[in-house]
């Protein structure tokens, strides 16, 4: 194995902004940031999600946020600043480090993700089984 996940989280923190929670919870109704959500829908159902964040799948992000994709979703041409969130912060701090290398750098993540968002006493949204954030 050339890198382990480790050696790939290391090189992601060591060049993206990782936002302390209690401070993206401070960022809540901030009109300049998105909250994006990395997690799978299995994830949403179970434990909700940021209120008002947009759903977009890891496996998807690369293809939603390039323009040239068939895929390319507009929510990711909006003049804001993306602040990434998954489980625990590994999902979102390879895929901020992603968009840095795509070219898109108005993005940073939630240390701790959305585990310590809820552990501080973040605002939570549930999320039912029709419900999509993907739109």
Not at 4 to 9: A, E, Q, S
Not at 50 to 69: N, V
Not at 75 to 103: I, N, P, Q
Request: aromatic share 10%; charged share 25%.
């Amino acid at each position: 194995m050339l890198k382990t996940y480790k050696d790939l989280l290391a090189e992601a923190h060591a060049v993206i902004e990782t936002v302390p929670t209690e401070t993206a919870i401070g960022l809540l109704r901030d009109e300049g940031i998105r909250f994006i959500d990395l997690r799978d829908r299995r994830e949403l159902e179970r434990e909700g999600c940021i209120p008002g964040a947009f759903h977009c799948p890891r496996g998807m992000l690369e293809f939603w946020i390039d323009p040239e994709s068939p895929y390319h979703k507009p929510v990711f041409g909006e003049d804001r600043k993306f602040l990434f969130y998954c489980a625990s912060a590994w999902r979102s701090a390879l895929a901020t480090k992603t968009c840095l290398e795509m070219g898109v750098t108005n993005v940073a993540h939630i240390a701790g993700g959305f585990s310590a968002w809820k552990m501080q006493g973040g605002a939570v949204e549930h999320v039912g089984p029709r419900q999509s954030r993907s739109r």
